[in-house]
């Protein structure tokens, strides 16, 4: 099976495991279980201590994704003294567009971004970071393996050869100073599929698959690879209106608008604030 194949698969995949409960973890499931015998107290033990991560990403993750208590980071990892915070966000509508088969997204607008966003942080490498090496040290993480390889070809094209490229579902267990994450779908690209499937009897939104939009699971693998900085390239539009991650990505947006960590090539940082205000 090749790559653009693979990502209909998972799709497929992603349906029958919701429709059988699979896609909540094993421990969590425990976890829920014996919340309702009572049996947490005595049988569970939370760790919250995180060693990879800064505090402004933990603190992001715990208020938006894992809730129930507070992880810290005794490391004191430091985001970008440029910056003075560790999310980025880069506002970019283009236009996301099947490959052939129809079995895998792209975006060029963004494939071009993520390339800005390499030579940015070539210009700006903290001292404090230690030696820069591109191979350990940055990332960019996508939904879809076409996207995957039209940003591959351009960071060959532009001197970034040994930076990572990886799909999201390659990235458990590794870890980076820098993360670059292409979202890949447009507002356009999603409404036209919610609209399609709005009309069919039994219609559930969160069968739709919108990419990093859709699974929180997913999109905490993507964000807790990073050790300073997460850079987050996408269309706010549909990052805010579609798939079960709207309210995380919209306090995404909100918390790089609050820090000043923000970007637009199409819309006003007014405009933004307005939307994400709504």
Avoid at 114 to 141: A, D, R
Avoid at 179 to 189: A, D, G, L
């Amino acid at each position: 099976m090749d790559e653009d194949s693979s990502d209909r698969f998972d799709y497929i995949s992603l349906l029958y495991a919701r429709a059988h409960g699979f896609n909540v973890p094993t421990l969590k499931r425990l976890y829920i279980l014996y919340e309702k015998q009572r049996m947490v107290s005595d049988s569970v033990v939370t760790l919250t201590n995180n060693y990879r991560s800064s505090q402004p990403i933990l603190d992001f993750l715990t208020d938006n994704i894992y809730h129930e208590y507070k992880i810290h980071s005794p490391k004191r990892i430091s985001p970008h003294p440029e910056l003075k915070y560790s999310l980025y966000f880069s506002h970019v509508g283009g236009k996301a567009e099947l490959n052939q088969e129809r079995t895998s997204y792209y975006n060029l607008a963004e494939c071009y971004e993520v390339i800005e966003q390499m030579e940015w942080l070539e210009n700006h490498w903290p001292l404090e970071w230690n030696t820069f090496n591109w191979q350990n040290s940055v990332c960019v993480i996508v939904p879809y393996s076409k996207q995957r390889s039209k940003i591959r070809k351009l960071l060959d094209e532009n001197g970034f050869k040994d930076v990572d490229c990886q799909l999201v579902r390659n990235i458990q267990g590794k870890e980076y100073r820098a993360i670059v994450i292409s979202m890949v779908r447009t507002y356009q690209s999603c409404d036209v599929v919610y609209k399609k499937e709005n009309n069919k009897q039994g219609f559930n939104e969160s069968a739709l698959e919108f990419g990093f939009f859709s699974n929180n699971r997913t999109l905490n693998t993507a964000f807790s690879r990073a050790r300073s900085l997460i850079i987050c390239v996408g269309d706010a539009r549909a990052m805010i209106k579609f798939g079960d991650n709207k309210c995380i990505l919209r306090a995404y947006i909100k918390r790089c608008l609050e820090f000043n960590t923000i970007q637009s090539n199409s819309i006003s940082i007014d405009d933004l604030e307005q939307l994400v205000d709504d």
